[in-house]
């Protein structure tokens, strides 16, 4: 069939028909068969008429006809996302196995399952003392269009690495308080020490402050500001702004797994057994890592799936595809409170979000498996599946087939009234 890649058989029998036709005529019942013996006509056809009414009549198709191969891909994706909830195979979300914490909140585990050390992987109990954080401080809320510095030349110096960093700011007679911070964060941000330096809203909408945060977290980004420069023996700008002293200072993380303590630069650490994890608040009692259901793939599975379900909803409602539109809200709508417990939680306008908590916790207690997996052909997964199944093999048949398809007459009339036989004709040259 390569050697009809570009040419749509509707195309050509349609060409066909308006040779020998002035009147309307169908084309949708064109087949594959049909379509293989056409192409020895197409020889005989005047090649400068054919190639202008083919560039013609393909452009007037294209954009139901991309639009419906779109709505094949779209329901695949679909169809993909619906199985890895629903099957009980390797690709099945539940059947993948891996390193759990019993506290999320607390420690969230980043484990690899291809790693060869978890087939060492033991349980563990980890102690969270204190998390890293990086140091920050937060310059004093001052009148945005204020004038707190006299002109002139003002130097500063952050140190942080074991290194010294001098800065040089121009106060001119139009600068403002904003102004200035703006000045000193550009300087600092262009010369990439390792701070993050930004102008945020002060106390409310006409104040603004300085803020210097180290980029990375732990000890070793320490940094210190001081002045070194300001004229006639003004207060300096450090000063002035009050980004000299920390209002957070930088911290390791210290916690220990099964009662030996440890340290880190970084929340990001290495918990054994193949097993990485990241430390996100201190806690009072252990946190349990045992090996089970892998959350995280379970739960990037309820996110392909709600994503994969809202375009499949956007391009239907866009489309003015209703039987799609209503076959996937009759489902989520007979099942709107069952989902809204399991964290997959519904609009007015029938779009899916996620409520973190409460996946999370239907994750841990098993109920979002047993919603997927259980009640056969009429349960949530049994459902949604049947539809997925029957969209991905013919999304057709949820088309407002009139509103998609079209037909031509020598006047450029559009018209369509044969639905039995569209998929293989209108789609033949698109979907093999």
Known sequence: MAGISGINMNTFAAYSNYKNSSSMFNIGGIGQTGAIGAMGSLNSLKTREANNFLSSSQNQASSPLSFLTGM?????????????????????????????????????????????GFNNFRPMNVEIDQVATAQRNEGSSMLASGRSA?????????????????????????????????????????????????????????SSRLVFESEDTGTNEAFAVRDTNAPNGREGLASMMNVDEADQQAQNAIYSVNGTQKTSQSNEVELGGGVRGTLKEATDDAVRVSYGQDA??????????VKSYNSMLDSAESNSMSRLSSSLNGITNTYRGTLSNLGIESDASGRLSINSEKLDASIQNGRLEDAFRSGGSYGIGGRLQNTANQ??????????????????????????????????????????
Not at 85 to 106: E, K
Not at 189 to 206: P, Y
């Open 72 to 116: 094949k891909q779209n329901a695949s994706e679909f169809n993909s996302s619906v199985k890895a909830l629903t099957g009980f195979g390797a690709n099945g979300v539940f059947s993948q196995r891996g390193a759990q914490s019993s506290d999320t909140s607390a420690l969230a585990i980043n484990s690899n399952k291809n790693n060869s």
């Open 150 to 206: 006299e002109r002139g030349n003002y130097g500063f110096s952050i140190d942080i690495g074991g290194q010294s960093h001098d800065f040089s700011i121009n106060v001119g007679a139009g600068d403002t308080n904003k102004s200035i911070q703006q000045k000193m964060a550009d300087a600092v941000n262009k010369r990439g020490i390792g701070i993050n330096a930004s102008v945020e809203q002060g106390d409310n909408s006409r």
């Open 391 to 432: 969209m991905e093999r013919n999304p057709m048949s949820y088309s407002n087939t009139s509103s998609l398809m079209t037909t031509y007459n020598q006047n450029n009339s559009f018209n369509f009234n044969n639905y039995s036989s569209m998929f293989s004709g209108q789609l033949f040259n698109f979907l093999l």
């Open 296 to 305: 995280g793939a379970i739960r990037g599975g309820v996110e392909d799936f």
